[in-house]
């Protein structure tokens, strides 16, 4: 905090940087110390959950130099856009209630243990009033969202869990309110108090696990460059935000920068990686004339090309409105905790007005009447219920979360339980997604061989070049001392070994994806690349079988491509599908009565995983792909699938038990509320009783990933 | 009764002002960033940094 700020007279201006590579506190260390390192910057406080930086520097210092001083530490970042501005978190609003109830509860249980105790009379009075003093704002305040929920429903002439939450916490307000202006006897603050506690702190732990899921669409937006260097018709080179390009504009796209607008190119001759677009990861060449789009990454070579559409016209922007579509369809699902309320508040709410008329025809009055059915209301409130779902979900969300697998949120746990086909994505998704050099190709190179190409492919950040360094280094051996090491835009990696030159370079002969090489005086070596399937796939495959998911491919790749995976697979599959085919497979399979599971990781997955009932995508994938998706696995075995959909059935069943148990405590008080034998003290114990036996129940998830 | 009269108070006070502790910090967006609290734990000071 105290960091020596060199200039202080001239206030400082801030600047917010996504950083989307940013997980671990090693990476918050490295932003921070990097950027404080520069002598502008006072200030750099990174907040991970939003993966931002907010930087605090001298109005002299520009947003490019920020952006350039992450890159030389290696990470990528973008200026945080307006429109893009953090989505607010779901947890945050509901702290401040969580916080109230519990202050009131507490305060409220120990004024009301001394009543239980005994306290008569003046005590008694003042007890009922200082509650009262602290319960009735308390109660106002923390019950606000189940209030504004249960409004909304009711508008629309709906009903879910909210509606008899406030129904029950209002009257028995009221009545506790009536009882202390008139001197009774009991007061029901404590009961209502706490029960708004569990609530709240079962609905703040479904917000967690909502707040880490991301929707999709701003991550997309965020892969769009923000803009582009413009030739302008006097030959000048200008930079133009990706908003104010417009088609007929020639923009110069250097090597590893991303397209802001699709186009055509005009001149120069590149490889151009269009994984964030087709999920597929081989490099694409590209020459004057061919369309490309924007999102792709420019790889070897600087090419001009002609603006066709920019902005919400680009191909981009419309998967991004597909997914927002898919993504509205999935919303109208609703929650088993909602669904189980339309069945138990219809049923509360008659056993309450039953009993309620019940005293009045024996002859009870209409104050004692009242009470009863209250007390019938007050102990039958869902506060178990409340706490039924998320418990179990929170429970199995860590063991999945061990295991590698990560659960956005609890939906996703209860619609993954449900599904009953899965459509699954080749490349990244069956295969690894990732060239690897083939291992008989290394074999037949000498040790000196190996040496060279792995000195040299380390020079390079292509991605074959990437992929022979890997797994040369994975296969225990070392770089040789290399001179004068330059890499050549479309061509590849030459340098000199003991005078003699070597290149690491693209083969002459175009194919499949391979690289060549040509050290002066030995035979030319060709190494190949293949997109190998994930290790245990077929395994993972025919466990799905088992637990009655039947699968099958919907790749974007070519048929060829397909029909070899699902040779090896033994699947059906549908190739070339564009992400307008994809989603409308998925909803064909809906239409039929199924429930889809989509398991996808590139952009053009983007929809369907969005579309589909539950979705699963790798961690390598894009970022639309990890942020569309329900359940993301880390680390290269589909076991997860398997995995993910039993742990999903099982937290469900767990749910179920909870009901069940929440339930059937309710069953064995109501006889005693409807006969009007129910005081607070009872009602604050079977309230906290049957809460612990439902988080009790649910820890029995912790193994079950 | 007496003791009541005091301890009660007592009591409530000691309860708001942790209620407005909590508050203050909300207000101040300590909550805003629970994962890297968790993480910034992890983060070696260097020797001489920021003393």
């Given amino acids: 905090m105290n960091a020596v700020v060199p200039i202080v007279d001239e206030p400082l201006s801030e600047t917010v940087l996504v950083v989307p590579g940013m997980h671990c506190a090693g990476c918050m260390a490295k932003v921070e110390r990097g950027l404080e390192q520069m002598p502008a910057v006072a200030r750099a406080r990174v907040n991970l959950t939003a993966r931002q930086v907010r930087v605090a520097h001298h109005p002299d210092v520009s947003v490019p130099d920020l952006v350039a001083a992450l890159e030389a530490i290696g990470f990528a970042s973008q200026p945080r856009s307006e429109e893009l501005g953090a989505r607010p978190s779901a947890v945050k609003p509901l702290l401040a209630p969580l916080a109230v109830a519990g202050f009131a509860a507490m305060n409220v249980m120990l004024l009301s243990v001394s009543i239980w105790s005994g306290a008569e009379g003046g005590t008694r009075w003042l007890f009922h009033w200082l509650s009262a003093l602290i319960g009735v704002p308390a109660t106002a305040y923390a019950g606000w969202p189940f209030f504004a929920s249960a409004w909304s429903a009711l508008r629309r002439l709906r009903t879910n869990m909210d509606v008899p939450i406030s129904i029950g916490v209002l009257l028995a307000t009221a009545l506790s309110l009536y009882e202390t202006v008139t001197g009774g006897h009991t007061a029901w603050f404590d009961g209502t108090l706490m029960l708004l506690f569990f609530l709240l702190a079962g609905r703040t732990l479904d917000a967690m696990m909502r707040d880490r899921a991301r929707a999709g669409v701003d991550a997309l937006l965020r892969q769009a460059a923000p803009g582009a260097m413009v030739l302008t018709p006097g030959g000048k080179l200008e930079w133009l935000g990706a908003a104010s390009l417009a088609p007929g504009m020639l923009m110069r796209v250097a090597a590893g920068e991303r397209l802001a607008a699709d186009g055509a190119i005009v001149s120069g001759r590149t490889a151009l990686d269009q994984s964030l677009l087709t999920g597929e990861s081989a490099p694409v060449r590209a020459e004057p004339g061919q369309a490309v789009h924007a999102g792709t990454l420019n790889l070897d070579a600087p090419i001009d090309v002609r603006v066709t559409a920019a902005g919400a016209d680009t191909s981009l922007a419309e998967i991004a409105r597909l997914m927002e579509a898919a993504g509205q369809a999935r919303s109208a699902y609703v929650r088993i905790a909602d669904r189980a309320a339309r069945l138990y508040a219809p049923a509360v709410h008659s056993l309450a007005l039953a009993s309620f008329i019940g005293w009045m025809l024996m002859g009870a009055g209409a104050y004692q009447s009242t009470v009863i059915a209250i007390a019938v209301?007050?102990?039958?409130?869902?506060?178990?219920?409340?706490?039924?779902?998320?418990?179990?979900?929170?429970?199995?969300?860590?063991?999945?979360?061990?295991?590698?697998?990560?659960?956005?949120?609890?939906?996703?746990?209860?619609?993954?339980?449900?599904?009953?086909?899965?459509?699954?994505?080749?490349?990244?998704?069956?295969?690894?997604?990732?060239?690897?050099?083939?291992?008989?190709?290394?074999?037949?190179?000498?040790?000196?061989?190996?040496?060279?190409?792995?000195?040299?492919?380390?020079?390079?950040?292509?991605?074959?070049?990437?992929?022979?360094?890997?797994?040369?280094?994975?296969?225990?051996?070392?770089?040789?001392?290399?001179?004068?090491?330059?890499?050549?835009?479309?061509?590849?990696?030459?340098?000199?070994?003991?005078?003699?030159?070597?290149?690491?370079?693209?083969?002459?002969?175009?194919?499949?994806?391979?690289?060549?090489?040509?050290?002066?005086?030995?035979?030319?070596?060709?190494?190949?690349?293949?997109?190998?399937?994930?290790?245990?796939?077929?395994?993972?495959?025919?466990?799905?079988?088992?637990?009655?998911?039947?699968?099958?491919?919907?790749?974007?790749?070519?048929?060829?491509?397909?029909?070899?995976?699902?040779?090896?697979?033994?699947?059906?599959?549908?190739?070339?599908?564009?992400?307008?085919?994809?989603?409308?497979?998925?909803?064909?399979?809906?239409?039929?009565?199924?429930?889809?599971?989509?398991?996808?990781?590139?952009?053009?997955?983007?929809?369907?995983?969005?579309?589909?009932?539950?979705?699963?995508?790798?961690?390598?994938?894009?970022?639309?792909?990890?942020?569309?998706?329900?359940?993301?696995?880390?680390?290269?075995?589909?076991?997860?699938?398997?995995?993910?959909?039993?742990?999903?059935?099982?937290?469900?069943?767990?749910?179920?038990?909870?009901?069940?148990?929440?339930?059937?405590?309710?069953?064995?008080?109501?006889?005693?509320?409807?006969?009007?034998?129910?005081?607070?003290?009872?009602?604050?114990?079977?309230?906290?009783?049957?809460?612990?036996?439902?988080?009790?129940?649910?820890?029995?998830?912790?193994?079950?990933? | 009764m007496t003791s009541l009269a005091t301890l009660i108070p007592i009591a409530l006070f000691l309860g708001l002002c942790s209620l407005g502790t909590f508050f203050w910090a909300l207000r101040g967006g300590q909550f805003d960033d629970l994962e890297g609290a968790a993480n910034r734990i992890l983060i070696d000071e260097e020797p001489g940094e920021r003393p």
């Fill in chain 1, 377 to 705: 209301l007050i102990i039958t409130c869902p506060c178990a219920i409340g706490l039924a779902v998320p418990v179990a979900q929170v429970v199995a969300c860590g063991a999945l979360m061990r295991a590698g697998i990560m659960v956005k949120d609890g939906s996703a746990l209860e619609r993954l339980a449900g599904v009953d086909r899965a459509l699954i994505d080749k490349t990244g998704s069956l295969t690894l997604g990732r060239p690897v050099p083939d291992a008989a190709a290394l074999a037949v190179l000498s040790e000196r061989e190996r040496g060279i190409a792995l000195a040299l492919a380390s020079h390079s950040r292509h991605p074959l070049s990437r992929a022979l360094a890997d797994a040369l280094i994975v296969g225990g051996h070392f770089p040789a001392a290399l001179e004068d090491v330059r890499e050549v835009p479309g061509y590849g990696v030459r340098g000199l070994w003991q005078g003699m030159p070597v290149a690491l370079r693209r083969p002459e002969v175009a194919g499949r994806m391979a690289v060549a090489l040509h050290v002066t005086d030995w035979p030319v070596r060709l190494i190949g690349f293949t997109d190998a399937l994930r290790p245990d796939c077929c395994e993972a495959l025919a466990q799905l079988t088992a637990l009655g998911v039947q699968s099958s491919i919907l790749s974007g790749d070519n048929a060829g491509a397909v029909a070899e995976v699902a040779r090896l697979t033994g699947l059906t599959g549908q190739a070339s599908a564009s992400p307008r085919d994809k989603t409308d497979a998925i909803h064909r399979l809906q239409n039929g009565g199924h429930f889809v599971l989509m398991v996808g990781d590139g952009l053009n997955d983007g929809p369907a995983l969005a579309a589909a009932d539950a979705s699963i995508a790798p961690g390598t994938a894009s970022d639309v792909g990890r942020q569309a998706a329900d359940v993301v696995f880390l680390g290269d075995s589909l076991s997860a699938l398997p995995r993910a959909v039993r742990a999903a059935r099982a937290t469900l069943q767990v749910v179920r038990q909870n009901f069940a148990l929440a339930v059937g405590y309710n069953v064995l008080a109501v006889p005693l509320a409807v006969l009007g034998h129910v005081t607070p003290l009872i009602a604050a114990v079977a309230m906290a009783s049957s809460s612990i036996l439902v988080i009790a129940n649910s820890l029995r998830l912790a193994r079950v990933a």
